[in-house]
């Protein structure tokens, strides 16, 4: 079976810092990886996947992650945060087949000006 | 181009009572999947359809069905509703034309309901 967990369940930070939000995965299979946004009364938007290939996947809103294997983990990132990354921020991993994803518990970002 | 629909965007119902759910992906995707967000079990798998399959379920009781048309529109049925189902429920999309899994799943609004 596989597990996502989101290490911090919220994580403020001012305005233009650098953020980084963890992810940690168990699966016994090879699996694609996923960073959701949803920002209030509203669904999810993808900002990045990674399926195979460069380990370093850059995604919209200049959010990029790295899938490190021997870690388990997809870290997300971004150099400088604005007022309006503020949202909740989901990880998800999916297995080789089907379109079911197991999602992290959600990670709320909170940009300070 | 248009994104996922789903409808209605917010629905009382009262306990006991039951509920259908519609979603209508974009167009060309087969493969629609369900999602229970709440508070306390964050966001959970229902079940996926594909070409009007069922191909995946979740951890659900059996209160909780769907079905795919051949206009690859969805719906999900809840019955005998319960206070504690009371949740946002997500729909999917994706082309996922192989089943494998690793094309972007389109989420639509989602649909608030409200059981008293």
């Known amino acids: 079976a596989q597990s996502v967990t989101q290490l911090d369940s919220q994580v403020p930070v001012f305005e233009e810092a650098p953020v980084e939000l963890r992810c940690n995965y168990s699966?016994?299979?090879?699996?694609?990886l996923f960073w959701y946004v949803q920002y209030p009364n509203q669904g999810l938007q993808l900002l990045l996947k990674?399926?195979?290939?460069?380990?370093l996947v850059k995604g919209i809103n200049g959010f990029e992650a790295e899938f490190n294997k021997s870690q388990t983990s997809f870290h997300l990132r971004k150099p400088s945060v604005h007022i309006s990354d503020t949202a909740e921020y989901f990880c998800?991993?999916?297995?080789?087949?089907?379109?079911?994803?197991?999602f992290g518990a959600g990670t709320i970002l909170r940009v300070k000006s | 181009k248009a994104g996922v629909t789903q409808t209605p965007r917010y629905l009382i119902k009262t306990r006991g009572q039951q509920v259908t759910l519609s979603c209508s992906p974009i167009?060309?995707?087969?493969?629609v999947s369900w999602y229970q967000q709440t508070p306390g079990q964050g966001l959970q798998f229902l079940f996926e359809?594909?070409?009007?399959?069922?191909?995946n379920k979740g951890n659900f009781p059996g209160r909780f069905s769907g079905r795919q048309f051949s206009n690859s529109r969805s719906e999900m049925n809840v019955s005998t509703l319960e206070l504690g189902d009371s949740a946002l429920y997500l729909c999917?999309?994706?082309?996922?034309?192989?089943?494998?899994?690793?094309?972007?799943?389109?989420f639509g609004q989602g649909t608030r309901l409200t059981v008293v």
């Open positions: 999917a999309s994706s082309v996922d034309p192989a089943g494998q899994g690793n094309t972007e799943a389109f």
């Open positions: 699966s016994s299979v090879s699996v694609y």
């Open positions: 990674y399926l195979s290939g460069s380990t």
């Open positions: 998800a991993v999916s297995d080789s087949y089907g379109n079911k994803l197991v």
């Open positions: 167009s060309g995707h087969r493969s």
């Open positions: 359809y594909f070409s009007e399959t069922q191909r």
